[in-house]
Structure formats: structure tokens, C-alpha cells
């Protein structure tokens, strides 16, 4: 009955003991539309560095933007 992402870990070991273990091997996900942080994320604005044509990425995400001299602005 398992349902989404999970999985089960078993272990004789105390779970103080394996909790870093498994949290030092987690990577960060990109963020996917309809999907709540679990984090306040706070973008500030000016410049992002980025290209015009990675712009899509933004509006997915409902991010008011505009182009400034070759690069994106928020």
C-alpha cells in the first residue's frame, strides 16, 4: 500500500545513527509546477544571469520577469 515517493529502511542500527547518513545523500530537486516548498523561498530581484531563452522556467513558475541587455531580470 504504498503510495507517491517513499520507501522503507531497515536497520539494526540506532536511527540517530543512520538519519545523517541518509540526509547527507539527499540532492536537491528542481521545482515543478503545483508543488508547495516545504521552505519560505525568497527570490530577490535583479539580474538572474540567466539567458532569455531559459525564461519559460520563470513563467512555469509564476515569476514576473523581463528582459534586460541579453539576460533575464526579476
Known sequence: MIKQQCGYIF???AVFDV???IESKTIPAAARV???A???V???PGPSGM???QIGFFHALS???KIVKGQIEI
Open 34 to 36: 503545483g508543488q508547495e
Open 51 to 53: 539567458d532569455p531563452s
Open 63 to 65: 515569476i514576473t520577469t
Open 19 to 21: 538519519k545523517p547518513r
Open 11 to 13: 536497520t539494526k542500527e
Open 42 to 44: 525568497v527570490i530577490p
Open 38 to 40: 516545504q521552505r519560505d
